[in-house]
C-alpha cells in the first residue's frame, strides 16, 4: 500500500509564529485531506486538496500530485492550533492512509 | 460539528466481552468508513460500506465486524475483546467513493 510521512513529527511554536508541514506520499493519489486532532481527540477537517492550493483563513495547503507531495501551512499560529495535524491522501478510491502526524505545541 | 453523530463516546468493557458502536452519517451521505486509532498503530482504516454493501476491507480482525442498514445507520460490533483493542474508533462518511470524508467524535473504548 502507499506509505506516507509526515514531518517533522514534532514541532513547538511560539505564538504568532508561521510554519510549514510537509507530507511526502510514495504512489499517485486520487485526493488527500488534511486534518486537525484537538487535545480532545475530534478530527477536523481542515482541507480536501488533491492538487493546486487552497487558503481558509490563516491555513493554507498546496498538493503537488506529479511530485507526490503535499504541504500545509499555518500563519500566525494561537494556542488553539496546538494538536497533531494529520495527512491523508487515498489513492485506492476507499480507504484514507493516514501518516504519522506533527505534533504542534504553540507556546504563549 | 461533522454532522457523523457516534454513540457511545466512552466505553469500558472488559477482556472477552463485546460490543457494539453505533454511527450515523451526514444527511445524504451513502458511504460510512471506520478507523482505529491506537498508539501502536496509529490510525488505520478498517471498512466501508455503501448503500448497505460492503465496499472495501481495511485491517480489520476476523473479530469485528460491520454492517450498514437500510436507514444508512451503520454499527461496528467487536468481539471477544483483547486489551490491545483498546483504541479511539472513528466513523467517517462521504457522498461516495474520492469525496471528502468526514469523521465523527469517535469512540474510546477502553478493555480492563
Known amino acids: 500500500g502507499i506509505q506516507v510521512e509526515q514531518s517533522p513529527p514534532d514541532l513547538i511554536l511560539q505564538e504568532g509564529a508561521n510554519s510549514t508541514l510537509r507530507c511526502n506520499f510514495s504512489?499517485?493519489?486520487?485526493?488527500l485531506q488534511w486534518f486537525h486532532q484537538n487535545p480532545w481527540g475530534q478530527l477536523i477537517n481542515l482541507f480536501y486538496i488533491p492538487s493546486g492550493t487552497k487558503q481558509n483563513g490563516r491555513l493554507s495547503a498546496t498538493t503537488v500530485a506529479t511530485e507526490r507531495y503535499s504541504l500545509l501551512y499555518i500563519s500566525s499560529s494561537q494556542t488553539t492550533d496546538s494538536g497533531v495535524y494529520f495527512c491523508a491522501p487515498n489513492n485506492a478510491g476507499n480507504m484514507l492512509t493516514f501518516g504519522g502526524g506533527t505534533r504542534l505545541m504553540v507556546k504563549p | 460539528d461533522s454532522g457523523v453523530t457516534q454513540t457511545p463516546k466512552h466505553l469500558i468493557t472488559a477482556t472477552g466481552q463485546r460490543v457494539t458502536l453505533r454511527c450515523s452519517p451526514r444527511?445524504?451521505?451513502?458511504?460510512v468508513y471506520w478507523y482505529q486509532q491506537s498508539l501502536d498503530q496509529g490510525l488505520q482504516f478498517l471498512i466501508q460500506?455503501?448503500?448497505?454493501?460492503?465496499?472495501a476491507k481495511g485491517n480489520i480482525l476476523e473479530r469485528f465486524s460491520a454492517q450498514q442498514f437500510p436507514d444508512l445507520h451503520s454499527e461496528l460490533n467487536l468481539s471477544s475483546l483483547e486489551l490491545g483493542d483498546s483504541a479511539l474508533y472513528f466513523c467517517?462518511?462521504?457522498?461516495?467513493?474520492?469525496?471528502?470524508?468526514?469523521f465523527g467524535d469517535g469512540t474510546r473504548l477502553s478493555i480492563l
Open positions: 444527511s445524504g451521505d451513502l458511504s
Open positions: 460500506y455503501y448503500n448497505g454493501e460492503e465496499r
Open positions: 504512489d499517485s493519489v486520487n485526493n
Open positions: 467517517a462518511s462521504s457522498a461516495g467513493t474520492g469525496q471528502p470524508q468526514h
